[in-house]
Protein backbone atom coordinates (compact mmCIF):
# COMPACT_ATOMS: atom_id res chain seq x y z
CA UNK A 1 0.00 0.00 0.00
CA UNK A 2 1.14 3.43 -1.52
CA UNK A 3 0.00 4.81 2.06
CA UNK A 4 2.09 3.13 4.26
CA UNK A 5 5.46 3.67 5.25
CA UNK A 6 8.42 1.24 6.86
CA UNK A 7 9.07 3.06 10.38
CA UNK A 8 12.33 2.78 12.38
CA UNK A 9 10.93 -0.71 14.37
CA UNK A 10 10.03 -2.59 11.83
CA UNK A 11 6.24 -2.07 11.80
CA UNK A 12 4.43 0.15 9.47
CA UNK A 13 2.39 3.63 9.71
CA UNK A 14 0.01 5.25 7.74
CA UNK A 15 1.21 8.23 5.71
CA UNK A 16 -2.78 9.57 5.99
CA UNK A 17 -2.72 10.16 9.27
CA UNK A 18 -1.65 13.26 10.86
CA UNK A 19 1.52 13.93 12.85
CA UNK A 20 -0.65 15.57 15.68
CA UNK A 21 -2.87 12.12 15.84
CA UNK A 22 -1.80 10.56 19.01
CA UNK A 23 -1.32 7.17 18.60
CA UNK A 24 -3.88 6.31 22.19
CA UNK A 25 -6.37 9.25 20.62
CA UNK A 26 -9.72 7.87 21.49
CA UNK A 27 -12.13 8.16 18.86
CA UNK A 28 -15.73 8.71 19.21
CA UNK A 29 -17.99 6.03 18.28
CA UNK A 30 -20.34 7.95 17.42
CA UNK A 31 -20.85 8.92 13.81
CA UNK A 32 -22.82 11.89 12.39
CA UNK A 33 -24.94 11.13 8.88
CA UNK A 34 -25.68 13.67 6.56
CA UNK A 35 -28.46 14.48 3.68
CA UNK A 36 -30.38 11.47 4.69
CA UNK A 37 -33.52 11.65 2.27
CA UNK A 38 -36.08 12.49 4.80
CA UNK A 39 -38.75 11.10 2.76
CA UNK A 40 -37.19 7.66 1.79
CA UNK A 41 -34.66 7.32 4.80
CA UNK A 42 -35.76 5.66 8.62
CA UNK A 43 -34.11 4.07 12.03
CA UNK A 44 -34.53 0.42 9.91
CA UNK A 45 -33.06 1.33 6.57
CA UNK A 46 -30.06 3.44 8.50
CA UNK A 47 -29.57 0.29 10.74
CA UNK A 48 -29.49 -2.27 8.35
CA UNK A 49 -26.96 -0.06 6.07
CA UNK A 50 -24.70 0.58 8.82
CA UNK A 51 -24.91 -2.94 11.17
CA UNK A 52 -23.07 -4.43 8.75
CA UNK A 53 -19.96 -2.81 9.71
CA UNK A 54 -20.43 -3.37 13.94
CA UNK A 55 -23.14 -3.35 16.65
CA UNK A 56 -25.56 -0.49 16.88
CA UNK A 57 -26.21 1.13 19.82
CA UNK A 58 -28.82 3.69 19.75
CA UNK A 59 -29.73 5.64 16.27
CA UNK A 60 -31.09 9.09 16.90
CA UNK A 61 -32.72 11.13 14.12
CA UNK A 62 -32.21 15.24 14.60
CA UNK A 63 -35.65 16.39 14.35
CA UNK A 64 -34.17 20.34 14.52
CA UNK A 65 -31.79 19.52 10.99
CA UNK A 66 -33.67 17.52 8.49
CA UNK A 67 -31.72 14.55 7.04
CA UNK A 68 -29.38 14.33 9.83
CA UNK A 69 -28.87 11.42 12.10
CA UNK A 70 -26.66 10.81 15.02
CA UNK A 71 -25.32 6.57 15.28
CA UNK A 72 -23.76 5.10 18.21
CA UNK A 73 -21.68 2.03 17.20
CA UNK A 74 -20.71 -0.40 20.09
CA UNK A 75 -17.03 0.83 19.52
CA UNK A 76 -15.13 3.57 17.56
CA UNK A 77 -13.14 1.17 15.06
CA UNK A 78 -16.64 0.19 13.81
CA UNK A 79 -18.01 3.75 13.16
CA UNK A 80 -14.40 4.70 11.61
CA UNK A 81 -15.14 1.63 9.06
CA UNK A 82 -18.24 2.29 8.10
CA UNK A 83 -17.52 5.98 7.60
CA UNK A 84 -14.76 4.92 5.25
CA UNK A 85 -16.60 3.00 3.32
CA UNK A 86 -20.18 4.24 3.09
CA UNK A 87 -19.12 8.40 3.07
CA UNK A 88 -20.01 10.32 -0.49
CA UNK A 89 -22.44 6.85 -1.17
CA UNK A 90 -24.93 8.14 -3.36
CA UNK A 91 -28.62 6.38 -1.88
CA UNK A 92 -32.20 7.57 -2.34
CA UNK A 93 -31.25 10.80 -4.90
CA UNK A 94 -28.78 11.77 -1.97
CA UNK A 95 -25.65 11.99 -1.53
CA UNK A 96 -24.75 10.65 2.16
CA UNK A 97 -21.87 11.81 4.35
CA UNK A 98 -20.51 10.41 7.66
CA UNK A 99 -18.27 11.95 10.11
CA UNK A 100 -17.26 10.86 13.50
CA UNK A 101 -18.81 13.07 15.91
CA UNK A 102 -17.74 15.04 18.63
CA UNK A 103 -19.91 13.53 21.14
CA UNK A 104 -19.16 10.07 22.86
CA UNK A 105 -22.27 8.65 22.86
CA UNK A 106 -25.93 9.28 21.88
CA UNK A 107 -28.34 10.62 24.57
CA UNK A 108 -31.53 9.01 25.35
CA UNK A 109 -34.34 11.12 23.71
CA UNK A 110 -36.64 11.93 26.27
CA UNK A 111 -39.45 12.77 24.32
CA UNK A 112 -39.28 11.41 21.17
CA UNK A 113 -40.96 12.22 18.16
CA UNK A 114 -42.70 10.03 15.11
CA UNK A 115 -40.80 9.61 12.01
Known amino acids: NKNRAENDYGGFEDRNRSRSEGRFQKRSPVLMVYNLNAEKF????????????????????????????????????????????????????????????RKGYVEEIRNPYEL
Not at 56 to 78: L, P, Q, T
Open 42 to 101: NCQRLFNLLCLYGNIERINFINKKEGCAMVEFEDSEAAKEAAENLNDTAMFGSILTFEES
